[in-house]
């Protein structure tokens, strides 16, 4: 995350700073590394016909996922697995939506809400303030 959200740091991270990191992470996706996004997604595309392909790929998204199951877990999510398949399948659909049909799709509201969703009452209640979810 470090390229995207420097000094974020997702064993401390409060629920805003997760908000800010993966919109951040989001935006760059979809537009300063879009040419590369788009690559990947052709290599998806092509990896489910070729598993040499796909190895590579399987790898990377496993080390993302555990990365991200690390910082759910931190913000105390009671599934910090599927909060974080959750999280990532959303990401992955806004930064879709933003490379392919709407560049400007709002993301704070999306990530939080989702981000919200993943934890117990009361973990995202400090948020800032105008953030209506």
């Known amino acids: 995350m470090g390229d995207f959200a420097p000094g974020f ?64 877990a931190a913000l105390g999510a009671p599934d910090p697995d599927t909060a974080a398949r959750t999280l990532m399948a959303s990401s992955d659909g806004l930064i879709l939506h933003r490379v392919t049909v709407d560049a400007g799709a709002e993301l704070r509201p999306t990530v939080a809400m989702v981000l919200r969703a993943c934890l117990p009452l009361g973990v995202a209640a400090v948020e800032r303030s105008g953030v209506d979810g």
């Open 9 to 72: 740091d997702a064993a401390t991270a409060t629920f805003d700073d997760v908000v800010d990191a993966m919109c951040a992470l989001i935006e760059a996706q979809a537009s300063t590394s879009r040419s590369r996004t788009v690559a990947r997604y052709a290599l998806f595309l092509e990896s489910v016909r070729d598993d040499e392909l796909r190895r590579p790929l399987v790898e990377n998204r496993r080390r993302f996922e555990q990365w991200t199951a690390s910082m759910m």
